[in-house]
């Protein structure tokens, strides 16, 4: 069996947390998770073996764990979409499943979240050379960095700088579609530097690079309204983070993941509803898509405030329709786990009006059963499903009060100077969304 060993930022350091060993390179192999004696003997105690875990379903423990396949988090940091495209040129395979645990061990050294692995931390070279904006080739150690406008007009060194680095690299729920995405930091002069390239100390914040998935101008349009559409998110309540920039074609999203405190560099746990599910799928395989009940299900069983996740969570679906953001998969979704043991929704991210697509994307997570109609979620069904944890005639005033500020969307959207064209195409939608909240009864 081949093995893996998965690291954890605790603590203000990184430290080795467990090995995983699988019986194949797929996903989809057998596989068996064990935590280092010293990290679990350190935290098996009352309230700290949970939030010490690699993950909500994987508190700390002495036990061996046989899995049927890969345990789901580690879906979270395997490179994926444009970044898997890049780890597997570079190393020379066949994509496929087969070439799951090759990327793993090298392609994961980075990413989102709190976990790594530490082969694919420790393959970095620390003498690796690449070219800097002038194209003169000098040590990673040397490197100057890029300015923003080298960046944005993808100068062919910056490229082979981010080919050299991995920076191309899309691992984890917020990082993982098609479009060329890169995980860069800034230092304090206010030159980029691909992640992992600089000692924490020298980064002053943390980002995340999109370019549009295509050259044609609705691609373009897409990326650039998502930053206008996570101003609407916050105008109508929604848990975001910072502002997101659009210059030159190019998205800049500062991320949540990553804060700087006085303490430092902070690196905050993730994981993907997907992972929350104990789903070690892809949309295409049986399973890898489930609905909206699963994940909230999910959800439910492991946040520390599932009133409160839950509201958030349907609020967001709402708006989803609305907006006509058709990509709503599990991994586009994730959680928070702080190291108090706290679990929480992170802000909202990859929300853009991806009914512009010109793949014509469908929705992809949708509510069980008669919950959903036409990809209209009915909300009386949505709610009368919820468990008897959930108090719905609370969740009922949140909705009809969030319905009554979804109403004003068109008027936000003019404000923010959103073309016209896409008022129009959505003023229906929110009409209609905003209508259904409006009117549900209230639970005597």
């Given at each position: 069996?081949?093995?893996?060993?998965?690291?954890?930022?605790?603590?203000?350091?990184?430290?080795?947390?467990?090995?995983?060993?699988?019986?194949?390179?797929?996903?989809?192999?057998?596989?068996?998770?064990?935590?280092?004696?010293?990290?679990?003997?350190?935290?098996?105690?009352?309230?700290?073996?949970?939030?010490?875990?690699?993950?909500?379903?994987?508190?700390?423990?002495?036990?061996?764990?046989?899995?049927?396949?890969?345990?789901?988090?580690?879906?979270?940091?395997?490179?994926?979409?444009?970044g898997r495209d890049h780890w597997v040129k570079r190393l020379g395979i066949t994509d496929g499943y087969d070439a799951d645990?090759?990327?793993?061990?090298?392609?994961?050294?980075?990413?989102?979240?709190?976990?790594?692995?530490?082969?694919?931390?420790?393959?970095?070279?620390?003498?690796?050379?690449?070219?800097?904006?002038?194209?003169?080739?000098?040590?990673?150690?040397?490197?100057?960095?890029?300015?923003?406008?080298?960046?944005?007009?993808?100068?062919?060194?910056?490229?082979?700088?981010?080919?050299?680095?991995?920076?191309?690299?899309?691992?984890?729920?917020?990082?993982?579609?098609?479009?060329?995405?890169?995980?860069?930091?800034?230092?304090?002069?206010?030159?980029?530097?691909?992640?992992?390239?600089?000692?924490?100390?020298?980064?002053?914040?943390?980002?995340?690079?999109?370019?549009?998935?295509?050259?044609?101008?609705?691609?373009?349009?897409?990326?650039?309204?998502?930053?206008?559409?996570?101003?609407?998110?916050?105008?109508?309540?929604?848990?975001?983070?910072?502002?997101?920039?659009?210059?030159?074609?190019?998205?800049?999203?500062?991320?949540?993941?990553?804060?700087?405190?006085?303490?430092?560099?902070?690196?905050?746990?993730?994981?993907?509803?997907?992972?929350?599910?104990?789903?070690?799928?892809?949309?295409?395989?049986?399973?890898?898509?489930?609905?909206?009940?699963?994940?909230?299900?999910?959800?439910?069983?492991?946040?520390?405030?599932?009133?409160?996740?839950?509201?958030?969570?349907?609020?967001?679906?709402?708006?989803?329709?609305?907006?006509?953001?058709?990509?709503?998969?599990?991994?586009?979704?994730?959680?928070?786990?702080?190291?108090?043991?706290?679990?929480?929704?992170?802000?909202?991210?990859?929300?853009?009006?991806?009914?512009?697509?010109?793949?014509?994307?469908?929705?992809?997570?949708?509510?069980?059963?008669?919950?959903?109609?036409?990809?209209?979620?009915?909300?009386?069904?949505?709610?009368?499903a919820m468990p008897t944890i959930i108090n719905k005639k609370a969740l009922i005033a949140e909705l009809k009060?969030?319905?009554?500020?979804?109403?004003?969307?068109?008027?936000?959207?003019?404000?923010?100077?959103?073309?016209?064209?896409?008022?129009?195409?959505?003023?229906?939608?929110?009409?209609?969304?905003?209508?259904?909240?409006?009117?549900?009864?209230?639970?005597?």
């Open positions: 069996m081949d093995t893996a060993t998965i690291e954890i930022y605790r603590e203000g350091e990184w430290q080795v947390a467990a090995t995983i060993c699988v019986a194949g390179s797929s996903h989809l192999d057998t596989s068996r998770l064990q935590y280092d004696d010293d990290y679990a003997i350190a935290r098996i105690q009352e309230n700290t073996e949970k939030a010490a875990g690699l993950a909500c379903n994987y508190p700390v423990e002495l036990l061996i764990r046989d899995i049927a396949s890969w345990p789901a988090f580690l879906l979270d940091v395997l490179p994926s979409g444009a645990l090759e990327l793993l061990l090298h392609g994961a050294g980075s990413p989102p979240g709190n976990l790594r692995i530490r082969e694919a931390a420790m393959a970095r070279d620390p003498n690796m050379q690449a070219p800097g904006p002038d194209g003169a080739v000098v040590k990673m150690a040397d490197h100057a960095g890029f300015t923003l406008d080298e960046i944005c007009e993808r100068q062919e060194h910056f490229i082979e700088y981010a080919y050299q680095n991995g920076a191309h690299t899309s691992g984890a729920s917020d990082v993982a579609g098609v479009a060329p995405k890169f995980l860069m930091v800034l230092d304090e002069a206010g030159r980029w530097h691909a992640e992992g390239a600089l000692p924490d100390t020298a980064i002053a914040s943390s980002w995340l690079i999109k370019f549009p998935r295509g050259k044609a101008d609705s691609d373009r349009q897409v990326l650039r309204l998502e930053a206008t559409y996570m101003k609407l998110a916050k105008a109508l309540g929604i848990r975001v983070h910072g502002e997101l920039q659009w210059t030159r074609n190019t998205l800049l999203i500062p991320r949540f993941d990553r804060p700087r405190t006085a303490q430092g560099l902070q690196r905050i746990g993730m994981e993907s509803l997907l992972s929350l599910a104990e789903i070690c799928r892809y949309g295409g395989e049986a399973g890898g898509t489930p609905s909206h009940s699963v994940l909230l299900n999910a959800l439910i069983a492991h946040t520390t405030d599932p009133q409160r996740e839950v509201t958030e969570y349907l609020k967001r679906d709402s708006l989803n329709i609305a907006l006509g953001n058709k990509d709503n998969h599990g991994r586009n979704t994730a959680v928070f786990r702080h190291e108090d043991g706290r679990v929480e929704l992170t802000p909202l991210f990859d929300f853009a009006p991806m009914y512009l697509d010109p793949e014509g994307i469908a929705r992809v997570s949708r509510w069980e059963g008669d919950q959903e109609k036409g990809g209209i979620p009915i909300w009386e069904k949505v709610i009368d009060a969030f319905g009554h500020r979804l109403a004003t969307l068109p008027d936000i959207m003019a404000q923010e100077a959103i073309e016209p064209a896409v008022i129009v195409q959505r003023k229906h939608a929110i009409e209609r969304e905003a209508s259904a909240l409006i009117d549900l009864k209230v639970i005597s």
